[in-house]
């Protein structure tokens, strides 16, 4: 195995695939959607629940996939 190859002897770089962004994105927001109603839904049961910290990351996860999927519609 060389660890240095020619330039020369290179081969050149594969198209990139198109993806689906926007796809990706709505599947883990339905994700974070699902999260949030399990975590509502275990605040009525009762026992301790840490509800802050769960609620603070599906927030923090709604945020930034909404965010992914706004800047992803924008791409063409």
């Known amino acids: 195995m060389r660890l240095w190859v020619k330039q020369d ?3 050149p770089d594969p198209e990139p695939l198109r993806t689906n962004d926007r796809l990706a994105f709505a599947i883990g ?3 974070w959607v699902i999260a949030l109603i399990v975590t509502l839904g275990m605040l009525a049961l009762p026992g301790r629940v840490d ?3 769960g609620l603070v990351t599906i927030a ?5 996939g909404v965010a992914g999927y706004l800047v ?3 791409r063409p």
């Open 29 to 31: 927001l339905a994700g």
């Open 60 to 64: 923090v996860g709604l945020a930034l």
């Open 72 to 74: 992803s519609a924008k």
């Open 51 to 53: 509800a802050v910290g």
């Open 9 to 11: 002897e290179r081969r």
